[in-house]
């Protein structure tokens, strides 16, 4: 999983009045906790581009007072109308605690199903992992060039070296399903269950 380099500064005012002057000049008011006590921080919205408006999952670098810190997004408050980034909420890492976070699934190959008119349908976006930061990839790459009209993959199906899957075993990841076409030509449609 990539990293993302950010600079905070520890906040000397915690309240309202302070976190708007704050967003006025840029600074982005963060909570960081999971180790010890909450750091209060401000951080450059512009450091944000990185971590927050991009489809891949990563890890910040945060360095406060010349310490480095290594945190994962834990959530994020956006304004309802201007949709402006007013807080964010870290989770502290360290190399040897495991940590539970989302990653996003892709698939990969050409599906014999959709080639006959099947339809994908990918059913999560994300999926649940936990495990040291160190073996946690930035994505889950599913295989569907063997899956025909009828197959799905659920959480059962994926091994992931070193990692614990957080999700329900029968839950159905990605799956072929038919289409009117297909319904059209009942004959492909069984081929496919009888396979």
Known sequence: MKSVSMSGSLRENVGKKDAKQQRASGMIPCVMYGQGTQKHILIHENDFKNLIYTPEVRYAEITIDGQLHKA?????????????????????VVDDKPITIAIPMHTKGNSPGV?????????????KVHGLLANIP????????????????????????QLTIVEQPSK??????????????????????AE
């Open 72 to 92: 994962i997004l834990q959530e994020t408050q956006f304004h309802p109308v201007t949709e402006k980034l007013l807080h964010v909420d870290f989770l502290e």
């Open 115 to 127: 080639m006959r008119g099947g339809r994908l349908i990918k059913r999560v976006r994300k999926v």
């Open 138 to 161: 930035e994505d889950i790459q599913i295989d569907i060039s063997k899956m025909d009209i009828l197959d799905n993959v659920k959480v059962s199906d994926l091994n992931i070296d």
């Open 172 to 193: 159905v990841l990605v799956s072929v399903m038919p289409t009117r076409n297909v319904e059209d030509n009942p004959q492909a449609t069984e081929e496919a269950a």
